[in-house]
């Protein structure tokens, strides 16, 4: 498994953060997700050979939330 | 084009609001989505021809949030 840290702008309540982890939770490959919504931020886990940066992020984006970096 | 209204639980910010109307307009067929986050009431215009409630729920549900009706 490895990890990955996304900015993520778009998130303001804890109705978000349980969205972005389903979207997320639903990736094949995904293991734990731990988001910080003060900070803006979403540690991912994921196995590689599975889930790739782009696809974790194309998650997010379906649902509203912006990924800057 | 048909309208359906449906009761989703879990929405508690804009951001919700947007996460649900992303996520709906992602499903092919949906036009028109309007929602009501103090009543959490979702209207959803829909082409029937390429979409049907179960189509619709699952992609709420896809982001955490719950169709209670």
Do not use: F, H, W
Not at 13 to 24: A, Q, R
Not at 36 to 46: F, M, N, S, T
């Amino acid at each position: 498994m490895q990890t990955i840290t996304l900015r993520v702008t778009g998130m303001s309540c804890m109705g978000c953060v349980n969205s972005v982890k389903n979207l997320l939770g639903a990736v094949s490959g995904v293991g734990r997700v731990v988001v910080d919504l003060a900070a803006g931020r979403v540690d991912v886990e994921y196995d590689p050979a599975q889930a790739n940066p782009d696809t974790l992020k194309s998650a997010i984006q379906d649902g509203g939330y912006q990924v800057v970096g």
